[in-house]
């Protein structure tokens, strides 16, 4: 069983829309939790860590949710500055495990 | 300007050689770290480092080797190169682990015939 799985869409939605990701991981001792952003042909980029009280930076919400271990990401108002792939990394045992990435396409 | 830093972007070799893959960060980063990405599997660690002389074996180190003489290098050697071990692959740096923000290099695409 993989540790972080990752829904790989592709999601294409239009502009303004809201789009939500959801990541599972398999380890309960899980220590910290994130979410990047990769480009095409880039390397990732942090885009924010999740904390067990959900966290908000802008038009992103991160939540997670340590019972069923899954962790979310919402964007709201999509601009076509997302369109990315969006990856779910996980701390576990000192190792960082990384999702296969979902597939976002912003649509004018 | 500060940064992280690898070369080369591109490599071609043949299957059997010698490769060593750089990287180099100006943060003075106690953790570095070596990921391939491929198709399918995303982001996996190779090793990992936390500081000048100490190095860990991540999920996938077979066939690799990695030193760190100094904090800022951290170079990776593919002893004898399989066409497996066709990848992009990313160092990365982070000033403690576990909460901290990792920072990535451009990746190198290697590509072994």
């Known amino acids: 069983r993989k540790e972080v799985e990752q829904d790989p869409g592709p999601f294409n939605v239009p502009e303004g829309a809201t789009v939500a990701f959801n990541c599972t991981y398999s380890?309960?001792?899980?220590?910290?939790f994130f979410w990047y952003r990769q480009d095409c042909r880039k390397e990732p980029k942090l885009l924010m860590s999740?904390?067990?009280s959900g966290n908000e930076d802008g038009r992103f919400t991160a939540q997670l949710n340590r019972a069923s271990q899954y962790i979310s990401l919402l964007i709201r108002d999509s601009k076509l500055s997302d369109s990315a792939t969006y990856l779910c990394?996980?701390?576990?045992?000192?190792?960082?495990?990384f999702g296969t990435g979902t597939s976002l396409t912003v649509i004018p | 300007d500060a940064g992280i830093t690898q070369s080369p972007r591109y490599k071609i070799t043949e299957t059997g050689r010698q490769v060593t893959l750089m990287c180099h960060q100006t943060?003075?980063?106690?953790?570095m770290f070596w990921y391939r990405q491929d198709l399918g599997h995303g982001l996996r660690l190779i090793y990992y480092?936390?500081?000048?002389?100490?190095?860990d074996k991540g999920e996938v180190p077979d066939g690799y080797v990695v030193s760190r003489s100094k904090t800022e290098n951290f170079p990776l050697t593919l002893e004898s190169a399989t066409r497996s071990q066709t990848s992009v692959y990313f160092c990365?740096?982070?000033?403690?682990?576990?909460?901290?923000?990792?920072?990535f290099g451009p990746g190198t695409r290697l590509l072994v015939l």
């Open positions: 943060w003075s980063h106690s953790y």
């Open positions: 480092s936390a500081a000048a002389d100490i190095t």
């Open positions: 380890n309960s001792a899980s220590q910290s």
């Open positions: 990365a740096s982070s000033d403690l682990l576990e909460r901290e923000t990792q920072y």
């Open positions: 990394v996980v701390n576990t045992a000192r190792q960082f495990y």
């Open positions: 999740v904390y067990s």
